[in-house]
């Protein structure tokens, strides 16, 4: 019959110990082959007892063969109670501590390398302290302080709104970022709730009739796809660095598609925010689409809001609410941008998801909603009770869909066999007198 081990918990180890050798937390061979005896257990369960308590032994003991040619173990041979530790000199002590110092340098620098490959990709600092303990986190304060040579510390949000972060590559040096001619302001109820303003006394034009702000919505780049239309891109950039009264936002899906992966996503960050930096005091705000949450899972960063905190845009990842501010200073025009998530083929289908966004947001001047990659414009007349004069106001309320920036041949929409798309950009106008239209 096969004899099972005596079944005994760690506590009673522990007391077995303390009532036979104190409390001790390393055992000798001899008080670890009696330790065997007193318990019953095999050298497997008792190791795991031991490990439990926290418990050193001595596991290995030197052997030797006698004059009689059988193998003896230094215990056969020695007392170990009576072997006396031998003292040592002041140069021995000295050589100990040094090698135990470089062991302690070596073993912490290996430790900073672990945490730096550990940051390579976005992290919250409760990750950090789990991995590597309170060393870690000494060591994250370090890198905060001071990065490790061509690499910066950058501050990100995942998708459960938890601060991250992560090392990124310093190409370049810092990016500089013109002097925005307008200021933005944010609700105190809503951060993505903004008022823009733009200069009373800024013209654009000698004559006030042709003055006029033209904002452009950008939607659907996908910067780092196949498809990505890049020209078409680079001439709306262009034209707003080149005209002052042109400026942009930016819609979502600006970044993300099939080239963009763990090789390259650092690459294609640092690209558009190289492409955007021109331009970027001409950018109102940006908030991200599908493609940027779907790409995030590849290091946990987010590729857009990482590229707008470098050059200062205002960046969410919900619809934004914008009044902005003329040369009226008490009666904005009134903003609703969304990226949105229809899958509309028909442009019916296509310009009533937009109208419910219009309707449900109870009709600001301008909803623009992108997604669907189609160029189309609806106004409404919009009748509303003006208490103030004791009349009925009437105004237009315009429903906007961007063109995207993709180009048709290759693309899912030739392959299924639809219609391309209509291309160009849209334009919403705000004239000097607070008057507006969209065109395209």
């Known amino acids: 019959m096969v004899r099972r081990p005596k079944r005994i918990t760690s506590a009673e180890v522990k007391k077995i110990i303390v009532d036979n050798f104190g409390d001790v937390d390393y055992l000798e061979i001899q008080k670890y082959l009696k330790l065997l005896e007193l318990t019953g257990l095999n050298k497997i369960n008792l190791s795991y007892h031991l490990r439990k308590l926290k418990i050193g032994w001595e596991k290995k003991r030197k052997k030797f063969i006698d004059s009689n040619g059988e193998t ?59 991995k590597f303990g309170e060393e870690g986190l000494k060591i994250f304060e370090e890198f905060q302080v001071n990065s490790p040579e061509d690499f910066t510390l950058k501050e990100g949000i995942s998708s459960y709104q938890q601060k991250t972060y992560y090392f990124e590559r310093v190409v370049n040096g810092c990016v500089e970022v013109k002097e925005r001619v307008f200021t933005v ?41 196949h498809l990505c239309d890049l020209e078409a891109f680079q001439q709306v950039l262009l ?12 819609n979502g899906n600006i970044i993300g598609g ?37 790409y995030s899972k590849i290091d946990g960063i987010e590729p857009l809001r990482s590229v707008c905190r470098d050059l200062g845009i205002h960046h969410t990842f919900r619809p934004v609410r914008a009044d902005i501010y003329w040369k009226d200073p008490m009666v904005p025009i009134e903003f609703y941008a969304l ?17 419910k966004v219009t309707v449900n947001q109870n009709f600001p001047h301008f909803t623009i909603m992108g997604h669907l990659e189609e160029a189309i414009i609806d106004d409404a007349v919009v009748f509303s009770a003006d208490p103030t004069n004791n009349r009925i106001r009437e105004s237009i309320a315009y429903s906007i869909i961007c063109p995207g920036f993709r180009k048709f041949a290759g693309s899912i929409r030739e392959i299924k066999g639809y219609a391309p798309p209509v291309s160009g950009r849209v334009e919403c106008i705000i004239y000097s007198d607070n008057t507006f239209e969209a065109t395209h």
């Open 239 to 250: 034209r707003a660095a080149t005209k002052p009264y042109v400026f942009v936002f930016l």
């Open 72 to 130: 003896k173990s230094t215990l056969d041979s020695v007392d170990v109670e009576e072997v006396k530790t031998k003292e040592l000199t002041e140069e021995e002590k000295a050589e100990i501590e040094r090698k135990n110092a470089e062991k302690a340098k070596t073993e912490r620098e290996k430790l900073v390398e672990k945490v730096f490959g550990f940051l390579s990709r976005a992290r919250t600092l409760e990750a950090v302290e789990s």
């Open 258 to 294: 099939s080239l963009y992966n763990k090789y390259t996503a650092e690459e294609y960050r640092r690209n558009l925010r190289n492409i955007l930096a021109p331009v970027a005091h001409k950018i109102l705000w940006a908030q991200s689409g599908d493609r940027e949450n779907k």
């Open 185 to 225: 302001r944010h609700s105190e109820n809503d951060n993505d709730y903004l008022a823009i303003t733009f200069p009373q006394d800024l013209d654009f034009s000698k004559n006030l009739a042709d003055s006029a702000i033209r904002i452009i919505p950008i939607d659907s780049v996908t910067f780092g796809d």
């Open 339 to 355: 990226h949105g998530r229809s899958g509309a083929r028909l442009d019916g289908s296509k310009l009533n998801a937009v109208l």
